[in-house]
């Protein structure tokens, strides 16, 4: 079984405006609520790309209800826990420019944390932990690695899509898969990557250390995977952007569904890309048919040689 772990979920308010005027008082041309955090995201991806999972997570408050709601009405399965305090807003508008301001989260107690853990004591042996998004204000960033040895016990793939601290601890644990943007991995080697050449060279060390797949994702440019010796380039398809909102989130969801179904490595980040694209081309996250019409325009190439 899959489980996503989103420790601070979102209701994404997307707002879209022709203009937006700060100081002013800004009309909307369309609004709409989506239940959002990266976990929840790689659950209704995978959904929707018939993989059976389950979502964790702490949800609060009318907010963390709609996500409750919006996911039964979807069939997802989920074993949240419910915390005082209301999940976080996200506000994401959409002018000439996508700006995004992005709340901070509940407080969470320590016996809320430690039933969390207690879910992780219930993993097994082949299942898929994926720990995904920021962690709300009250968590130490060493909660993922508690999470993380907790699943390695058990020997549980663990997925880590997450930036900062908690992201740079995760290494030292050899997940399964982690998916960093350009500037996530910047963070982790504390540079900034301006290059091609420079995602190569950090990327392989990911590998070196010890990660067993990396995907660096390059938004419209597409993006790179590491794995052992195999280094594949992905160049995305070519679309109208509506909403890039989740699209990392749908890369993760992509490569997962096809690994649990046997896919080749090629084949899997082949439909990672085109369900990052098909969301970025999307006003919510991607259908199984878009990913599915999508997937030949996914151009792969191998760089040969990694040495
Ligand atoms: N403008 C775009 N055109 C085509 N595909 C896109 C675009 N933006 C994102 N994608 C797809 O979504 C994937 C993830 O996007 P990215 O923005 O890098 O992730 P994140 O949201 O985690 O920063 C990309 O690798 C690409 O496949
Ligand atoms: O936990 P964070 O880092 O604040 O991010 C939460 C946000 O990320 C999202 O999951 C989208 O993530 P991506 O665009 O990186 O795929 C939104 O749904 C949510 O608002």
């Keep these: 079984m899959i489980y996503t772990c989103t420790l601070n979920p979102s209701v994404d ?77 996200n506000i994401k508008l959409k002018g000439e420019k996508e700006t995004e301001i992005n709340g901070a989260g509940p407080i969470i107690s320590d016996e809320h944390k430690e039933a969390l853990i207690a879910k992780i004591k219930q993993l097994k042996k082949g299942d898929i932990l994926v ?32 930036s900062g601290n908690a992201l740079k601890q995760a290494i030292a644990y050899e997940p399964f898969l982690l998916k960093p943007n350009q500037t996530e991995l910047g963070e982790l080697f504390g540079t900034h990557i301006h290059s091609r050449h420079q995602i190569i060279e950090y990327g392989k060390k990911l590998i070196d250390n010890g990660v067993q797949h990396v995907i660096v994702s390059l938004a419209g440019d597409g993006a790179i995977l590491f794995h052992k010796d195999v280094i594949l380039i992905a160049q995305a398809p070519k679309g ?65 040689d990694r040495v």
Excluded: W
């Design 240 to 304: 109208i952007v509506k909403n890039s909102v989740g699209a990392g989130d749908s890369m993760v969801a992509g490569f997962l569904a096809a690994y649990v179904n046997e896919a080749s490595l090629e084949e899997a980040f082949r439909y990672s890309v085109a369900a990052g694209s098909a969301t970025a081309f999307s006003e919510d996250l991607c259908t199984e048919e878009e990913v599915h019409r999508l997937l030949g325009e996914v151009n792969i190439t191998r760089m040969e």
């Design 131 to 162: 720990l995904a998004g920021s962690l709300p204000p009250s968590v130490d960033d060493t909660f993922y690695v508690t999470m993380i040895e907790e699943a390695k016990k058990r020997r549980v793939s663990v997925v880590v899509d997450t």
């Design 13 to 89: 308010y997307v707002v879209e405006a022709q203009q937006i005027e700060l100081g002013k008082l800004n009309r909307a041309t369309k609004t709409a609520y989506f239940p959002g955090g990266k976990g929840i995201n790689v659950s209704r991806v995978l959904k929707r790309l018939h993989v059976h999972n389950v979502a964790l997570g702490f949800i609060g408050g009318f907010t963390g209800q709609f996500i409750a709601d919006e996911l039964k009405r979807e069939h997802i399965l989920t074993d949240f826990i419910a915390v005082p305090g209301q999940t976080r807003l």
